[in-house]
């Protein structure tokens, strides 16, 4: 008798690529495969982008199988996607990968394997699965995510499993109103979170402060830059970061009154662990929260798996799915 060998693969669509990861049973990662993401403009050859996303993932799933050795057939296969997913695994929003919108990608994904569709969910949704079952959050009950990219991603850990909401649209925190005369934000709204505590937020920071001459003009479309001259002591890049880490902040004390937890993940190419946004955050924290001093505010740390939590926790939920 053979036996036959197998893994979890999980795919993360982000906005400008698609990441796979071939996980063993004990979490391990087996196997990586990365593709660019096809763009808006790819519409314009007359083909629905939903279509030429999920070709791309499912060449990707292919590839994957193929360099580890299973059978993407008999294998767990979960996808994270940047947008929200109802129930049924159909795509209802999406501002970084619009024209996938009203895609059966759950299905569409599955077609070349002749399979059940797969498991699909929100991108953040995965990463914070990720961090419960492997990383961060491993034994904590009440934990939040929050990933800083160009926007703000999240999720929200309840009672140890990852909140969907009734339609799938729970852990948005990004776009939580935090200041109504603030700027308008692509989702309709304005004075959103991600307005102020995100990469697009840093840059807004940043050019007030180049607008109030405070600030060196070089800084006006580099977050990045930002961060690495404020660790380096630059005081004018370090009071922008300061403004930032307070927005931080008082997001996430907003995000405290609701959900009280003890651990807040932050992840995301902005800020990936940095001291220099980490300790002010907590500073901040520690006054913005309702309660202050009598209560202990949440501990703040950076995420484990980075830009991999998605892929990672998109093999857990195909597994947890099978
Ligand atoms: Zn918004």
Known sequence: MSSERTASLGVDI???????????????VLGRVRQPTPQVSDAAQGRPVGTSVAEVAAAVIGELAESVGVDPRTCSIGVGVPGIVDRTGTLVF??????AIG???AALIARPFERAPVAIDNDANCAALAEVHLGAARGVDHALLITLGTGIGGAAIVNGAVLRGANGFAGEFGHMMVNPDGPPCPCGSRGCFERYASGAGLRHLAAQAIAAGTLDPQFAS?????????????????AVVDQFCWWLARGIANLCAIFDPELVLLGGGVIDGKAVVLEP???YLATEIEGGARRRPPRIEATVFGSD???IGAAILGERQR
């Open 14 to 28: 982000g906005g400008t690529k698609v990441l796979g990861l071939a996980l063993s049973a004990s979490g391990a």
């Open 94 to 99: 999406a501002p970084n990968l619009q024209g």
């Open 103 to 105: 895609a059966d990608l």
């Open 222 to 238: 580099a977050p990045e830059l930002l961060i690495s001259s404020a660790t380096n002591g630059d005081a004018a890049a370090l």
């Open 281 to 283: 955050t907590r500073a």
């Open 309 to 311: 939590a998605g892929a």
